[in-house]
């Protein structure tokens, strides 16, 4: 991840896991020292996302199925 204030190459310098896991951040170039934060999204939009997902997997399936066919 980049420094916000200058765009420069950034480190972990710590941490807290839990349910959120935060990651301290330290910029190389300038010193500048911010949070992240990563946390778990609920499955309510991910299980649509998954679903669309394998709609299209599905469809590109039977379409290479269907050009197989017509060579045999
Ligand atoms: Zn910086």
Redesign the pocket.
């Known amino acids: 991840m ?9 480190t972990v310098v710590g941490g807290v896991n839990g349910l959120v896991r935060e990651r301290f951040r330290k ?6 020292t911010f949070q992240t934060v990563e946390a778990i999204k609920f499955d309510s939009f991910w299980g649509e996302y998954a679903k669309d997902i394998y709609e299209i997997d599905k469809k590109e399936f039977e379409k290479k199925d269907k050009k197989n066919e017509g060579k045999n």
Do not use: D, I, R, V
């Open positions: 980049m420094c916000p204030k200058c765009a420069g190459k950034t910029c190389l170039e300038c010193g500048y």
